[in-house]
Every structure is written in structure tokens, then in C-alpha cells.
């Protein structure tokens, strides 16, 4: 079974940064994207960034000029650095992964979700 391990959270100042890394867990998951997203109370669920196996990064507007996300795809595992952090990132951070198991008619395509950490910026 695959799981999803998220960690780096924390509170921190206006101005910091955090890093945050998440790894999808299973000998035999073959790591497609891994991706964050981040939700805050009262509002929907928003893109971060997230990267494929290729290395190709995708950034959403949260994400822009102020966040990197790399992957380490040998231990299926992504980082996301954060940097000039404001209050309005305060949120709870889900990790997003996608990956395959099997082949042939064993083949079958995994999109799991981590149990998010959370990341309170004061102001």
C-alpha cells in the first residue's frame, strides 16, 4: 500500500521561510507527480506547485516567484521550499501524489492524498 508522509510545518514570521517534503511510500509505486495544495478555513482548496517525474515544475499563483518545489525521484519525495512567507499563507498543506503499481493487467494508477500539515504565518 502507498502512503503519503508530509512534514516540515511550522509557525514562522512574515518574511520566512519553511520547507516542506513529502514522500509517497511502496516498493513497487512508480512515482508519476507529486504536488501541494493548501487550504485555509472558510475557503476551497488551492493549487500550490507540484512536479513530475521529469522534473518539469508547475506553480500556482500562491507559489509564483516566492516558492521551488524539486523532487527526489529515486525516494519518491518532493520538497517545497517556501520563502517571503505573508498571513495569507496560513493554511493547511496536502500533499497530492500520483503513481502506478503493476503492469500489464496488474496495471493500476494511485492518486493519494496526505493527511496535510499545517503552516501559520504571523504577521
Known amino acids: 500500500q502507498v502512503q503519503v508522509v508530509e512534514s516540515g510545518g511550522g509557525l514562522v514570521q512574515t518574511g520566512g521561510s519553511l520547507r516542506l517534503s513529502c514522500a509517497a511510500v511502496g516498493s513497487t509505486f512508480r512515482l508519476i507527480s507529486i504536488g501541494w495544495w493548501r487550504q485555509a478555513p472558510g475557503k476551497s482548496r488551492e493549487f500550490v506547485a507540484n512536479?513530475?517525474?521529469?522534473?518539469?515544475?508547475n506553480y500556482g499563483d500562491p507559489a509564483k516567484g516566492r516558492f521551488t518545489i524539486s523532487a527526489d525521484n529515486t525516494n519518491n519525495t518532493a520538497h517545497l521550499q517556501m520563502t517571503r512567507l505573508t498571513p495569507e499563507g496560513t493554511a493547511g498543506y496536502y500533499c497530492?501524489?500520483?503513481?502506478?503499481?503493476?503492469?500489464?493487467?496488474?496495471?493500476?494508477?494511485?492518486?493519494?492524498w496526505g493527511q496535510g500539515t499545517q503552516v501559520t504565518v504571523s504577521a
Open positions: 512536479i513530475g517525474r521529469d522534473g518539469t515544475p
Open positions: 497530492n501524489t500520483e503513481g502506478s503499481t503493476g503492469r500489464g493487467s496488474t496495471y493500476r494508477h494511485h492518486a493519494v
